[in-house]
């Protein structure tokens, strides 16, 4: 059966801090992976996805993810946040499961 | 160019009643699914259709629960009879690509309370 888990409900970092979600997945056949982001009050948009070839992805907004093969990651990060971050980051699966969610809270 | 359009944003109804919410994808996208987000559970796949043929129903959680496509420019999801655990914020997504790698565009979201 495929799953994601999101290591982290809740992580708050001050403004220019670094970021890093971790995502793990559990499927046996080919993997496309995706973060999608949720800011408060508005509905979820593609923040990168990875498919193939390099396994560092930037996504929009300075984030970037690696795919880790061997660990099944697919871990999230950027260098320094913003307050404008705050938000609900997902890690999805082939489009179809997606994690439980880690919430973001970046302090001015 | 217009998003994924739900309706109605908010619902607020009574435990046995009946609940319809709509979607209206993208048009020219191909594929369509549908989510339940809450609290305890995040987000959950119920059902998605690809040329208006739905595909994997087995997230929807019971017979209550069902959903339909009649053309490519629209889909209900309807719960009959409600219960207050069916209050969740539930999400319609459409992609232009039958593929897994296509992505997701979302609709705002329909939330519902079942008291």
Redesign the interface.
């Known amino acids: 059966a495929q799953s994601v888990s999101q290591h982290n409900h809740h992580v708050i970092l001050s403004e220019a801090a670094s970021l890093e979600l971790g995502c793990n997945y559990s499927y046996g056949g080919?993997v496309?992976l995706?973060w999608?982001v949720q800011y408060p009050g508005?509905?979820?948009?593609?923040l990168l996805?990875y498919?193939s070839g390099d396994p560092l992805v930037k996504g929009i907004k300075g984030f970037e993810a690696e795919f880790i093969k061997s660990k099944f990651s697919f871990n999230l990060r950027k260098p320094s946040v913003q307050w404008s971050d705050t938000a609900e980051y997902?890690c999805a699966v082939?489009?179809?499961?997606?994690?439980?969610?880690t919430r973001l809270s970046v302090l001015p | 160019d217009a998003g994924v359009i739900q309706s109605p944003r908010h619902e607020v109804t009574e435990m046995g009643q009946e609940v319809t919410l709509r979607c209206k994808p993208i048009s020219g996208h191909n594929s369509l699914f549908w989510y339940r987000q809450t609290m305890m559970r995040g987000l959950e796949l119920l059902i998605y259709f690809n040329n208006n043929v739905p595909i994997d129903d087995s997230g929807m959680p019971e017979d209550r629960f069902s959903a339909k496509m009649p053309n490519a420019s629209f889909s209900t999801l309807k719960i009959q009879p409600s219960e207050p655990r069916d209050s969740a914020v539930y999400f319609c997504a459409s992609s232009a690509r039958l593929e897994n790698t296509g992505e997701l565009f979302f609709g705002e979201g329909s939330r519902l309370t079942v008291l």
């Open positions: 080919t496309n995706f999608y508005q509905h979820l948009q593609l996805k498919f997902f082939n489009r179809l499961v997606f994690g439980p969610g």
